[in-house]
């Protein structure tokens, strides 16, 4: 196990500096920097000015220069000041980190708390009309676009019946934001809850038919321990890579959740990062994302060993 982790623990470090490297070189090959918006926002700079500037940011080097300065203070601990907020770029991070955590957080959990008993039921009734009521719900789950389902969402309960706020963070109060955190959890919850629901379904009826669950029935067990004590785990194992994968994508931020909604996460400052050629924080947030992906995937792995105890990890 523990070489194991080592050598997964390596390979993460080296995909992190691979995406470094290829994320830097992109934003620095884009049109335009820093230096040509400040210019095109004050016209009463000089080129002399603006060459000078560059000088002083450093952008009158070559990129791979650029990147190697770069490394050089994030590997001790200064990654850089944001542009577009003036600020160091983890002081303009962990706190919208924060946030997408605690919407992501939500948002998974009540997914899981959802999908989980409906593709077992769905599962032990196949073709039935509880079935053909699980699937709808899932298709329609799958099939609505996420501004689409965020607009009903809104019409719904901020305009039509006004219980919740339609935007924002609140006031900073733990009532207040829960109050603005329970629409776009709902969006979220709502758009993933199917596909869940679909791969559960077809991996535990995949299970059911296998030869130690009908064993397990010779032996006289209920239908309910043979489900939940011996199919659902191994059934459990395809649909982990799944949500493995999601938990990191939701980590790295719902774009489009977090624009219709307001909510200050990950995905909209990373996006209004590249907008406003800010490099230093779309760098870092894009890493923070990748690593968050990465290390889902870590957790998987360990997920299949406790879910199966026949898998080794070699």
């Known amino acids: ?16 500096f691979a995406m470094s490297v290829f994320v830097y070189l992109l ?15 004050d016209p009463n700079l000089t080129a002399a000015d603006a060459e000078r500037l560059k000088a002083v940011y450093g952008l009158d080097r070559p990129v791979h220069e650029r990147y190697l300065a770069w490394l050089g203070n994030a590997l001790q601990g200064d990654f850089g000041y944001s542009r577009l907020f003036a600020r160091p770029v983890l002081e303009v991070l962990l706190p919208r980190l924060g946030n997408t955590l605690m919407l992501m957080g939500l948002a998974f959990a009540l997914a899981l708390l959802i999908a989980l ?3 077992v039921l769905a599962a032990r009734r196949p073709q039935s009309l509880t079935d053909g009521a699980v699937n709808l719900f899932a ?10 389902l965020a607009i009903l969402l809104i019409l719904l309960f901020a305009v039509a019946l006004g219980w919740l706020p339609a935007g924002g963070m609140g006031d900073g109060s733990l009532t207040g934001t829960l109050a603005h ?9 709502l758009a993933s809850v199917g596909g869940y629901v679909r791969y559960l379904r077809a991996s535990l009826m995949e299970t059911l038919r296998q030869d130690y669950v009908r064993t397990a ?8 321990r043979v489900v939940y004590g011996h199919a659902l785990r ?6 982990t890579t799944i949500i493995a994968l999601d938990f990191g994508t939701l980590f790295g931020g719902a774009l489009i959740t977090e ?19 800010d490099y230093n924080l779309a760098l870092v947030g894009l890493l923070l994302a990748t690593g968050t992906v990465l290390l889902a995937n870590l957790l998987a792995d360990l997920t299949y060993v406790w879910l199966d105890p026949r898998i080794r990890l070699e």
């Open 1 to 16: 196990m523990a070489r194991f982790l080592i050598e997964r623990l390596i390979g993460l470090g080296v995909v992190l």
């Open 27 to 41: 934003i620095g090959l884009m049109p335009g920097d820093p230096i040509d918006l400040m210019i095109s926002a």
């Open 117 to 119: 008993p409906l593709g």
């Open 139 to 148: 298709f329609a789950g799958i099939s609505l676009p996420p501004f689409w």
């Open 181 to 189: 955190l329970i629409l776009p959890a709902l969006a979220l919850t």
């Open 217 to 224: 029935r010779a032996k006289g067990l209920s239908e309910t």
């Open 234 to 239: 191994n059934a459990m194992i395809p649909v």
């Open 259 to 277: 624009t219709m909604f307001g909510w200050l996460g990950m995905g909209k400052t990373i996006y209004d990062a590249i907008m406003g050629n």
